[in-house]
Every structure is written in C-alpha cells, then in structure tokens.
C-alpha cells in the first residue's frame, strides 16, 4: 500500500489565492489594505526564515506588511510599549510576536498585551478562552491547529466518532487541537513525555497527528493500516535538512494519508495567518461608524 501524500503547499496556495481577492475587495470598501505587524526578536535562525515566509504570505495575499526586528538586548517593558504602540494603530488588523522570544522576556505578558482584536495567532488568553467554550466570534483560534484541521478536511475524514491521537500538548499545537477536534466530535486522546505505551495507543488511532518535535516518534508499526497521518514535527537533522516527527517512508507502506515535512503543515499555518489577518479586518472594518 502506498498512501496518499496531502500536498500542504498546494491547498495553502489555493487558500491564499481566495484571500487575495478578498482583501482587494476590502480595500476598495476600506480604502486600505489589511495589516499586519510583525515582531521579531533576536536572531534564532528558524524565526527569520519562519518570519520572512510570513512577510512573502502578506505580499501574495494584499496585506500590508510592518515588521519590526529587534535585537535579543530588547527589554520586556520596550517589547510591551511596541505592542502598545500597534494596538492604537488604525491600520494595523493583526499583530504577531514571532515565538520563541529571549529568556529575559516573559511570552505571556507579551502575548496579552496585545489587544484580543488584533490577536491573529490566537494565543491570547481571551482568544484561548473562546476556543474553549465554542465561541466563533470572539478572539481568533491558533493558525497550526487550523491548518491541521483544514488538512483533516482535505483528506476527506469526518473526525465524528474517530479515534484521533494528538502527540504533544504545547498551548500553540496541542492543546488547541485537541479542542477543535473535540468541537468536531472526534473521541480525542493527547500523549507526551510521560504517557506510557504510545504504541498502544498509537494503534488504535484513524488520525494521529505528532507535534512532539522528536525525529523518528512515529514508527511505521505504531500506524494503524488505513490511517491518516499529520505530521507538525519541524527539526533540523544534522545534515541542516528539515524533518518531521514520522518515519515517513515507512507511515507511506501503511497509512491511507500523510503529510510531508516540508510541504505540509508549515505552508498551513502561513496560510490560516493570512486568513485570521483578512478576518480581522472584516471584522474591524465592520464595526467602523
Ligand atoms: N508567533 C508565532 N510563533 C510561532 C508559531 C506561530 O504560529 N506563531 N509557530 C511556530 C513556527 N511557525 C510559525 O511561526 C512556522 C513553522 C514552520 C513553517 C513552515 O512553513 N515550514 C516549512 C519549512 C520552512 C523551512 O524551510 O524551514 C514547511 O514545513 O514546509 C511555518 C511557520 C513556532 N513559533
Ligand atoms: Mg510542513
């Protein structure tokens, strides 16, 4: 059996071209295009590729684009009066810190300083409380979980009822997921580092998506025959090339569908933060006088 591999890069594509036309209609009723600030801090190599990507998504889909980079010696209280300073602007919708940030600066306080209007990563508080009680126009649901849901629609599975397996629970991936496919009435179950027996587990799963970040997690005989297969995972092997968190080759003898690493979940997530900066804008635009 050879599964199908789901082409992230393509859908992401197909959905940015439907935001580019979205934000030019909004222009023309706005007299502006929609906006999105851009934070970075440091110079974590990943960040500035993952950072530059989303200044490429904002020219392909209409979006004005400010970035501000700053060094890693930025304090916490200068970070907060930059935010500060985007949340009063009128022509900024959404404002994005790129993550991880310095160790001196507490992400939290950053992340709620930002005004929940403008929150298009969706990892502020109020956006997370939205998410967790099912409100839809409040706040903004995080941008890999969309993109992993939109996959899951893609691949043409109904979480109804499915046996889904969410390897990770960071607040940015994990957690969230397991909300939304909760949302979609999938019977959802979340592994880390201290579950035991993940094979078992594993097994009994129709999706498994891993976001633990460790190379070679997911074994070919940790797949059920027949399933789909979501891989978050983004770590660097020694040779500098980008893998998942799958055995990929051997998930494709098994699987009925995988996603690659490049070319799967990452292009995703780009694509749902345009799509979260659009919305904001219609949103904002909307509640104009
Ligand atoms: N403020 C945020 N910080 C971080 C987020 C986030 O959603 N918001 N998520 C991750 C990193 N991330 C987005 O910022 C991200 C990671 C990977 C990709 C991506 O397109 N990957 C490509 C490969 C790119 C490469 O060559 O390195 C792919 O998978 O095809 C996009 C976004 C942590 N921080
Ligand atoms: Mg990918």
Redesign the pocket.
Known sequence: MTARILD??SIAMMLEEALAKQSAALEKRAGRKPGLFVVLVGDDP??A???R??TRACARTGVNCFESILPASTSQDELLGIIDEANAREDVDGI?????LPAHICAEAVIDRIAPEKDV?G?HMLSAGALLTGQRTLGFR???PMGVMKLIEEAGVDPAGKNVLVIGRSN?VGKPLAIMLLEKHATVTIAHSRTTDLKTLARNADIIVAAAGRIGLVTGDMIKPGALVIDVG?NRKPDGK?TGDVDFAAALEVAATVTP???????M??AM?MKNTVESAERRLAQLP
């Open positions: 992230g890069k990943a960040s590729v993952y950072v990507n989303k994005l810190v790129q993550l991880p990563d990892f995080p941008c890999t940015i983004t980008l690493v490049p070319g799967g979940v990452g292009p997530t780009i933060l």
